[in-house]
Structure formats: structure tokens, C-alpha cells
């Protein structure tokens, strides 16, 4: 089995009627280890405070040692909106991961518009190479108007799935709760993640 650790973007509760909240659901009737922790203070968050998160929920499974260990599985990152630039900011304290893909993440120039999360811009490296992530982007997300594909696909050198119409690829844009094609990657990592919620 897998542990998957599902991270949340800002001023994000952990909805019930949120794809990440319905994955963790699906991911656990199947026997997998999820973790998907309410990062501290998402009204406000603190970069220093979800990098720390980070490393603590980013261990690597119990009775392992980082990807070789415990039973086999994998250890799988599903990271959204604020959370990517996090994944991104964390650098050498980023986890061990087999898998990441990175979803609907905002513009630099919005995050650092907005007061409360602006310090997760400061500082960005978009020039990092050899970064083992798939990126899913929608057209039309207000919070990355240029598109994710041009921000970080292209100068990253990601692996990339374009979502027409998916907006932030959530539940207010998109309407994004069930997501068949996000828990048929995790499962298959040759999957392609495709609309159709």
C-alpha cells in the first residue's frame, strides 16, 4: 500500500465537498495510508510554520526508510493552489517523494499580491531543474491568469496535464469535488489527470 500526503491551499479547511477531502475518503477505503493534516493558521498562514509542517508530515512512513522501506508503496505528494509554492519554497527540507503532482498553483505576482500569503512568492526559484512533479492546470484560473503551464511548466521543465475549463480546479471554480481521473493517478502513475468531475 501507498501513504499519500494530500496538502491544502489557503484559507482552506478542508471542505467536505473539496476533490482533495473526497480523495483521502477514496484513498483510505483502499487500504492506503493518507495524511492530510490542516496546515497551521490557513487565513494567515506562516511560511516558516507549513515548512515545518512539512517535515513532520513528510516523514517517511512507519517501519521504512524513505522510498525503499516498509512494505513497498510508495510515498505520494498531491499538493494545491498555495501548497505547490510551499512544495516549491521547501527546497532541501522538501520529503523524499516517489510521486508529486502539482495542481492549480497561483501566479507569483497574485501571491504576492496578497498580503497574507505574499512571503511564499519572495524568493521563488522557477530555474530549479530535475523536479520530479506532474503539474495540473485548468484555463481560466483567476488565481494564475497567464496559466500555470507558462509560470512553472515551461521554466521548470514539468510533466504537464491541461484541464480545459477547470479554473482553480476546485469546487468554486470547476466545481471540482469528485475527481476519478486524480484517484485513477494515484493508483496508476501512467494515468493522465483529465476533467470530468
Known sequence: MNTYLILHGFQ???????????????????????????LPEADAPRLAEWLDA??????????GEGREGG???????????????LWLRAGARRPAA?????VAPPSPGVTASIPEIAAFADGLDLTERGLRAR???????????EGADTHYGVPLGLDMDHVPGGGH???????YGPWPSVLAWCENP???VTGGH
Not at 484513498?27 to 495510508?33: D, F, K, P, Q, S
Not at 512539512?54 to 517501519?63: D, I, N, R, S, T
Not at 503539474?135 to 491568469?145: I, K
Not at 480546479?169 to 466545481?175: A, D, I, R, S
Open 135 to 145: 503539474l495540473v492546470y485548468g484555463d481560466g484560473d483567476p488565481y494564475c491568469p
Open 12 to 38: 482552506n479547511h478542508r471542505p467536505p465537498g473539496h476533490w482533495q477531502h473526497w480523495l483521502a475518503g477514496e484513498l483510505r477505503e483502499r487500504g492506503h495510508e493518507v495524511r492530510y493534516p490542516q
Open 169 to 175: 480546479l476546485n469546487p468554486e471554480h470547476g466545481g
Open 71 to 85: 512494505d513497498g508503496g510508495e510515498f505520494v505528494v498531491l499538493a494545491h493552489s498555495l501548497s505547490v509554492l
Open 54 to 63: 512539512l517535515e513532520e508530515h513528510g516523514k517517511p512512513p512507519a517501519g
Open 98 to 102: 516517489d510521486r508529486v503532482l502539482l
Open 190 to 192: 501512467a494515468t493522465r
